[in-house]
């Protein structure tokens, strides 16, 4: 059927609704009436069927509808029906085509005209045709002149009955039946001639003009019968039509619709009093563009990103992987996209990053759109995060996570069968899939999505992806690039004084520039061989530099060597807001400052590795990108975390440590250069010797580096863990559709380039094997043959514990035992044995002991705390000998004496909570101390969920979950509820406590202008997002508190289901 129909049937529910009294479903049928005289009945049925046979030359009788009986009473037919009152539908009609009668030019023909036209009219009103003809106008100034209280256009039509919409209906069918012109299109097309000329295109301007053409020849080939009065025409209609049949509108159908409709009304105006204007951005709320003017200042998008966004792909929510250079403005396409998933598909978007660092810098940047929009962001970083995540009543969530934390996000999804709420899935950097264990837990954890969840999309962005072939037959995405830069980038290669600019359309891959012009001295040519002075004092102070070096002690010796030689000027260099660097980082560290970073700021200078604490990173970072410093000196990881761009890179030689540089790595540094907005172009320069020439001439014309799999690497450690996952979340029970699931992973896509020795279903069933063997997995005794197909396994206790722990399965039969042990003489006298029982064996494999060092912290230990180490087999007289340098003839394990020496530095962390303190009594860096608390509070978190699934190990679980929050914080107690906050570190903790911002709820009120005057050195965005996220982990916090609350009232199922009958009696 066309559109028109449904249209009508809408509104009979419509008109129902607004009926001044609706018959109740019980309403007893109405007494049959008694029939009138014989003459009465005579005179009614020759004027009816004079009627009849007039009304029968204006139209067709419609096919397939029932012949209206004779009437005998027109009275008794509308009975108290208002029809024939002053201000009814027909008396309207009435008074209107009195006036149009009158008009002189209309007088001709007017029988004829004014019924056409007029019945057109009152069928463009019951389909609610917007009309600005001359029609309306005319109307308007008949109620003005008459005094009729007529409302326009659709309220006329609420007072007709069902039967007349019903007419309409059946006289559509039949008129299509017959190939005839449908009336209604014909009117509604002539009522619609001023809109559809203002719509349509200049070459679609005469469509009016045909159709006045074809009403006047329909207007005189009418009969001189249809000449009847307007009124009485369309009184004999309805009197005919109110006896059609309208069986298919019984009364409980109607309520029905008249509920159904009424609920629909209810959403719409809800829908329209939102500030949400679905659409205009991208189908986001106009309140969304606004924000990003507000917070970023973004006004407009690149042409690329419009582009993508609006791809058909896109649309279509197919999976997508996106490559643009560095800075090219990858991230804003992501969240626009995240952000149709939250707020037009209202379902949570998972967002994974590689670092803690970029995960809370994106924490604060989208927690002030979390607060305006109305969804939940939650960071699943280090120890932090919910498993299962809560579920939210009504606002959605949007989960950013480091790679080993979203991972257990989707196993802890899937396990609860809320997999189908996440919508979307992005992964940044998605070339990280190719490197090491954390690229196969990536893999794992793409491959359990694809496997699991038809509906979640994939999206996945990076600026350095060479084989995407593999990449989108394994996402089964599409795939869209550009070379896109907002700033032109140059490349240039130094040897001696001399530039060379990088061109590969050159013979040897490079162009001569310049050579240096910079006087230098023989003590400054010893000093600085690679002319790094004159290159930086080219850009700086007033423009920005990177010096990229091979070390982290490389580093610092190169920060120390600019500032000896550079020029005293730059001291001057706004020199109050240094000094306010070097008071922040003083009052982040308890008073204490690095020796080097108090000689390198004055001249805006400074080193940034691994060695700095988080507090001294963040402050760094905020100078850096405030302009106050202007040169970083860093290792390589900078590139590969937080957006901090400059007007240069200098690559200080083209190595990462001892290994040679990566075309990726490579990439991804020069890819710093140029701040958009700030300069119009970037410089990258490489400085290389005659030696590496060679090298580095293939290294800026080779292809990117291909990404492979790592499921099968460090002895099948990936494929193993994936399997136990699978099993344990019963994605894949049996050797066929495990074997199934792997053919769909990376690994399955690459088996053939990765696969020589063993075939992937070998590697399959001696994983299996493997699992089984160490007690992880049971074979179904019903299995005769591991070969067979369809050989279903089930996962024990420890490789559940295991597997809900993300232990790593080389430790998780030690770890089973160290618990089993410490339930013998557990020593609660401190948290000395805990905090063993969580000290992570990867990190004391690699540790090295100062023995003088540990044979000093050994003897400080109270007697009860050197037993404990009596018990794990390491005593006072061993860690003599070996401080002293005498030979040991009693074998010790290795791992245990170093994982105690490294549990002495946390526990001495704990008590302390000084990490300079700490640093000095060991001997370690300050960077590497607070790594390491990190790692420990990462892996408490996984100790204790391990500990969750063995209820034999029911002790630990109270007191693993104070030790993790311990280990994450690492301060006071009063301090803990601040630090929950992103971004509030330890230093800025401490000054929001003595200034009187004690608990979450204080800062969740603060105002950000008074915590600027309040605060020491805290800048207008610092504040604003530090008052953002309190609030959102407020809202966080109070929602789940609501959920609990209506979990504990409401019923349960079974008990509903049994008291239900009795209610209903009572």
């Known amino acids: 059927m066309d559109e028109g129909v449904p249209r009508i049937r809408r509104r009979v529910s419509v008109r129902k609704r607004n009926r001044t009294s609706v018959p109740s479903p019980g309403a007893s049928p109405a007494a049959p009436r008694s029939r009138p005289c014989d003459g009465e009945d005579e005179e009614d049925e020759e004027e009816d069927d004079e009627e009849e046979r007039t009304a029968g030359r204006r139209r067709r009788k419609p096919l397939g509808v029932p012949g209206a009986e004779p009437v005998d009473s027109e009275e008794d037919m509308f009975g108290d029906y208002d029809s024939f009152a002053e201000n009814s539908f027909l008396a309207q009609m009435d008074d209107v085509e009195q006036k149009y009668m009158q008009l002189p030019e209309h007088r001709n023909h007017a029988a004829d005209f004014a019924t056409e036209e007029l019945h057109s009219e009152s069928i463009k009103n019951k389909l609610s045709i917007p009309t600005e003809s001359n029609s309306t106008k005319y109307k308007t100034k008949t109620q003005h002149e008459h005094g009729v209280p007529v409302e326009p256009t659709n309220d006329l039509l609420y007072d007709m009955p069902s039967s007349q919409i019903l007419f309409f209906e059946n006289l559509w069918n039949s008129s299509n039946e017959l190939d005839a012109p449908s009336p209604i299109v014909r009117d509604r097309n002539v009522s619609s001639n001023n809109i559809v000329s203002e719509e349509l295109p200049p070459g679609h301007t005469d469509q009016p003009q045909q159709n006045d053409e074809f009403s006047s020849k329909v207007r005189t080939s009418s009969d001189m019968s249809r000449r009847k009065s307007i009124k009485d025409h369309l009184k004999s209609a309805m009197t005919g039509n109110a006896t059609v049949q309208t069986a298919m509108f019984s009364k409980s159908k109607q309520l029905k619709e008249t509920l159904l409709s009424e609920e629909i009304n209810v959403a719409m105006k809800t829908i329209e009093s939102s500030s949400y204007d679905l659409g205009p951005f991208y189908s986001l709320p106009s309140k969304v563009r606004d924000l990003y003017v507000q917070f970023r200042g973004i006004e407009k998008l690149y042409e690329w990103q419009h582009t993508c ?23 804003l396409v992501a969240e ?65 996570a480091t790679i080993e934390k979203g991972h257990s996000l989707v196993n802890s999804l899937i396990e609860t069968g809320r997999i189908g709420n996440l919508g979307l899935i992005v992964v940044d950097e998605l070339h990280m899939i190719g490197e090491g264990s954390r690229g196969a837990i990536l893999e794992m954890t793409l491959a359990k999505i694809l496997y699991t969840s038809k509906t979640t999309q994939i999206i996945g962005m990076s600026a350095t992806l060479n084989n995407v072939e593999d990449l989108q037959k394994f996402l089964q995405a599409e795939y869209f690039s550009s070379h896109f830069r907002p700033v032109e980038l140059k490349e240039y290669l130094k040897i001696n004084d001399t530039i060379y600019e990088v061109d590969n359309k050159a013979e040897n891959g490079m162009t001569f520039s310049r050579l240096l012009n910079f006087k230098y001295s023989d003590t400054l040519k010893k000093m600085d061989p690679d002319h790094l002075v004159a290159l930086v004092s080219e850009v700086i102070p007033n423009y920005s530099c990177l010096v990229f070096c091979p070390t982290k002690k490389n580093c610092e010796n190169v920060a120390e060597m600019l500032c000896k030689f550079l020029s005293k000027a730059h001291l001057k260099h706004r020199e109050k807001e240094k000094c306010d660097v070097i008071k922040n980082l003083q009052n982040a560290s308890n008073g204490n400052l690095c020796r080097v970073l108090k000689h390198t700021i004055p001249y805006g200078i400074a080193y940034h590795h691994s060695g700095l604490t988080n507090e001294e990173r963040k402050l760094l970072e905020e100078a850096y990108s405030t302009g106050v410093l202007c040169l970083f000196t860093c290792t390589s990881t900078l590139a590969a975390g937080v957006n901090l761009p400059a007007r240069r890179v200098i690559l200080r030689a083209p190595y990462v440590a001892k290994e040679f540089l990566k075309r990726n790595q490579y990439k991804q540094m020069i890819g710093r250069a140029g701040r958009a907005g700030i300069d119009t172009t970037g410089e990258s320069i490489l400085i290389m010797q005659e030696k590496d020439k060679k090298q580095v001439l293939e290294l800026i014309s080779k292809p990117l580096e291909n990404c492979y799999s790592h499921l099968v690497q460090e002895f099948n450690k990936g494929i193993q863990s994936l399997f136990l996952s699978l099993i344990g979340l019963k994605i894949a029970t049996n050797l066929g559709d495990i074997y199934h699931f792997m053919n769909g992973t990376f690994f399955g896509v690459q088996q053939k380039i990765l696969l020589k020795d063993k075939s992937l279903w070998e590697i399959t069933v001696e994983s299996l094997r493997y ?17 067979e197909f369809q050989c279903n396994f089930h996962i024990t206790k420890l490789g559940r514990a295991s597997f809900k722990g993300t232990i790593d399965l080389a430790y998780c039969d030690i770890l089973y035992r160290d618990l089993k042990r410490g339930l013998e003489g557990l020593v609660l006298e401190s948290f000395l044995h805990l905090i063993y029982l969580t000290t992570p064996y990867d990190l004391a494999s690699q540790c090295e002991p100062n023995w003088m060092i540990y044979f000093r912290q050994f003897n400080q230990l109270t007697p009860a705390e050197q037993n404990l180490a009596s018990l794990l087999g390491v005593s006072e007289s061993f860690i003599g000998k070996k401080a002293s340098g005498q030979n040991i003839r009693k074998k010790v394990d290795k791992d245990i004496v170093n994982r105690l020496y490294l549990s002495l530095v946390l526990y001495t962390l704990l008590k302390d909570t000084n990490i300079w303190s700490v640093s000095e009594k060991f001997n370690m860096p300050r960077g590497y101390l607070q790594n390491l608390l990190t790692g420990a509070a990462s892996f408490s978190s996984c100790v204790l969920h391990f500990c969750e699934e063995l209820e034999e190990f029911w002790v630990y679980k109270a007191l693993l979950a104070e030790l993790t929050k311990k280990l994450t914080y690492c301060v006071k107690a009063e301090l803990i509820p601040l630090m929950e906050v992103t971004g509030v570190l330890e230093g800025r903790a401490k000054q929001l406590y003595n200034a009187g911002y004690k608990t979450l709820m204080h800062l969740a009120n603060a105002n950000p202008e008074v915590l600027i005057k309040t605060i020491d050195h805290l800048s207008r965005r610092q504040a604003k997002q530090i008052v953002s996220s309190a609030k959102m982990l407020l809202h966080e916090k109070a929602e789940a508190l609501q959920e609990e609350v209506e979990e504990l009232l409401r019923p349960p199922s079974d008990l509903a289901a049994g008291v239900a009958p009795s209610v209903e009696k009572e």
């Open 309 to 331: 966004l609006t791809l058909s792909s896109v649309q279509e929510r197919k999976n997508l992987i996106y490559s643009l250079p560095t800075s090219g403005g990858k991230t």
């Open 336 to 400: 626009i996209l995240m952000l149709q998933e939250l707020l037009c598909r209202q379902k949570d978007v998972l967002m994974i990053l590689p670092y803690v660092a970029i995960v809370q810098e994106k924490i604060s940047g989208l927690s002030s759109f979390g607060i305006e929009l109305g969804f939940f962001v939650e960071e699943y970083a280090g120890s932090k995060g919910r498993f299962p995540p809560t579920k939210r009543r009504e606002k959605k969530s949007l989960y950013i």
């Open 771 to 787: 699992l089984t063997e160490k007690g992880l997995l049971q074979r179904d005794t019903a299995c005769r043959s591991e070969e």
